[in-house]
């Protein structure tokens, strides 16, 4: 009789280590898992949109964006003071300050952004001429949040998060088309 209880004790003390096993193996695979966070802008409007024309080309407007940081950690991304840039052929022609952050565990931060742009900030050869011409003008915009995450107050480590995005101004309506991040 009491060699049959210690098998069902040992049996226990098997099925016990087998299901810390388990639990140990889903949390490494979930909470442990630390990503980057995904930057994006959820909208962009223009405001004070101008633009000159095929013999005089320019333009300039103010961005007014929704910045957005998702974080799917299970603890806080913290970010210091960055910088988000807004590009027409490669050459920066409008940038302003991300204030330093902290996007809760799970959630998504969003934080207002005006961006002033201008085609005078352009240094470089390009051919706006065309862009006028075709009444569209496609912009990008870059960013790189260099953060940390920090779950239980335990586990730190430095991620980043890159932003790219694509969008085109429509010189007609003067709206912002297609935008789409990475
Ligand atoms: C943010 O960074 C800029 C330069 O990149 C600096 O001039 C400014 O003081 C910083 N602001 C804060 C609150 O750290
Ligand atoms: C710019 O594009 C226009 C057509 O939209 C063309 O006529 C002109 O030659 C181009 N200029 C340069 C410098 O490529
Ligand atoms: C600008 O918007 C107008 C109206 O929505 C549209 O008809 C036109 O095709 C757009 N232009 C470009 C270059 O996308
Ligand atoms: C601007 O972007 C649109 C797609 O959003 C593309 O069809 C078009 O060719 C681009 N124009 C230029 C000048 O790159
Ligand atoms: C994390 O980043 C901070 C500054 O942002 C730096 O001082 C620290 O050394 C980095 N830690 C690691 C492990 O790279």
């Known amino acids: 009789m009491k060699g049959g209880g210690n098998k069902k004790c040992l049996a226990y003390v098997a099925i016990f280590i087998v299901f810390q096993i388990i639990v140990i193996t889903i949390f490494a695979l979930t909470v442990l898992k630390i990503k980057g966070p995904k930057v994006r802008f959820q909208t962009v409007t223009a405001s004070n949109f101008n633009s000159g024309s095929p013999s005089s080309p320019s333009f300039s407007a103010d961005l007014v964006t929704k ?15 960055s910088t988000v840039s807004i590009l027409y052929d490669g050459q920066v022609i409008g940038s302003t300050d991300v204030p330093s952050q902290k996007a809760k565990a799970r959630s998504t931060r969003r934080t207002d952004i005006t961006i002033s742009i201008s085609s005078d900030k352009l240094t470089g050869t390009t051919n706006l001429t065309s862009a006028i011409n075709a009444g569209v003008v496609n912009l990008t915009s870059e960013s790189t949040l260099k953060g940390k995450v920090e779950i239980m107050k335990i586990i730190k480590k430095n991620k980043s998060g890159k932003m790219s995005c694509t969008m085109s101004l429509n010189l007609s309506t003067k709206a912002v088309e297609n935008l789409m991040c990475k």
């Open 67 to 81: 910045f957005a940081v998702k974080n799917t950690n299970f603890g806080h991304f913290k970010y210091p003071n």
